[in-house]
């Protein structure tokens, strides 16, 4: 039997896939609360920017028939999750967030999301973003903005917002982002759920819309570790069709998500904590240490040298790598077309009104580090300090097993308070930023609350190169002792207090 919209949108992804095998309910009944959710808050939150509602209750049909003859295709089948609107979905428009891909449905599907839906996930629709994946706070869509679920007048973060606000507000069990600089760990940070950017290579990006190639790594985000480890397992592994994708086995993330803290090696930078962080931050991340003291871990002090470089490098790698992915979008071959009397001027005009403000000023920053006589005193600087942090990393995990610290030196702000200062908004991924130069994984899950705002506080932990196991494992701990933040009840200036109440029942003739 089913229960109420709101009890099955409040399951875990877990939760609900193990009603669905119960058979205590039904992929139409999760599929349609979702739908309801949505459509009910949506207007409100912004998280969608296409709602695949008829293509997911087909979806559901088909779990719900599979259910009933006892071949259910994962933990996952019947469960509705939703995907950035980058990734390539058949027959479905696919934005990037952009006016200038405005109207574009792929003739494939991106391998995520063929993974997915090969493991029986309902994907109900395409989430809000920044252009292109170039914003921390959600407000470069060309679309509209999306807010924070806990706060509806506060950023959900970038560029991944709205993958993080649709998990947050119930809408979906679970989501998929990517994460460039801190895109997938910023959101989740924010809004109060685990998100997952994997090892460079540990995921596919074939059919993923390109921000900076040797940067953009897809990832999970969902409201438990467990949930987060379960939609990893279906979406890593190589893909012969991403030539960066390592043929390296896949780990079982479930083994050891139980093992608890004793024994772990926790590196704390002291570069993390050296002034910026807000103080309601650092408590929040501070007593997260100390709970990781407490249940057995070792807190090692590390230092991290180059983080200081991390922003600068970054802001030289990325932009050079979007002008070159970037110049493809010319309106020969798909999205917006502008009639022009001449080639170039169709070129000129179509850019002009296709790309927003962030693409262009990164495309122009990316083309100059890239030009004749900068090259060498830009791009190539740029890439031996990404060697640097990266070599920082290797001597760190030398005697730690785990790196922890803040995700961002804040909780989510009001909306608009930087869209003017773009170097403001840039300094919000400081301790994000060189994981990816590093090519590690990385993940932030909740540890409390920010005391005078509310806010969800996440904890950044970063690990060793494909060793998201290990991470998943400590996250599991402290997740265990903090627990997650209450539902957020979608208004502004909203107040986030205790913890989550206990999941609702999924016995016959629940209310």
Known sequence: MSGSDSELTGLSLREAGAGIAARALSSRDLVEAAL?????????VGAFLEV???RARAQAAQADQRAARGERRSELDGVPVAVKDLFATKGVPTTAG??????????????????LEDAGAVVVGKLNMDEFAMGSSNENSAYKPCANPYDLSRTPGGSSGGSAAAVAARQVHGSLGTDTGGSIRLPASFCGVVGLKPTYGRVSRYGVVAFASSLDQVGPL????????????????HDPRDMTSSARPVDDYLAALEEGARGLRVGVPREWFQGGVDAGVERSVRAALAVYERLGAK?????????????????????AEASSNLARYDGVRFGLRAEAKGLREMYAETRERGFGAEPKRRIMLGTYALSAGYYDAYYLRAQKVRTLVRRDFDEA???CDVIAGPVSPTVAFPLGARTQDPLQMYLGDVFTITCNLAALPGLSVPCGLHGESGMPVGLQLVGRPFDEATLLR?????????????????????EVRGQAPSPPSLREGAA
Do not use: C, M, N, Q
């Open 36 to 44: 309801a959710r949505i459509a009910a808050t949506d207007g409100r």
């Open 52 to 54: 695949t509602a008829e």
């Open 98 to 115: 952009s006016r200038i891909l405005e109207g574009w449905k792929p003739p494939y599907d991106a391998t995520v999301v063929e993974r």
């Open 222 to 237: 969902a409201r438990t570790v467990e949930d987060v480890a379960l939609l990893l397992g279906k979406i890593a592994g």
């Open 299 to 319: 807190l090692v002090e590390i230092s991290l040298p180059h983080t200081k470089y991390g922003i600068a490098a970054y802001y030289l790698i990325a932009p």
């Open 397 to 399: 995990f030398r005697v």
């Open 474 to 494: 400590a996250a599991r701990a402290l997740e265990r002792e903090v627990g997650a933040p209450s539902p957020p009840s979608l208004r502004e200036g909203a």
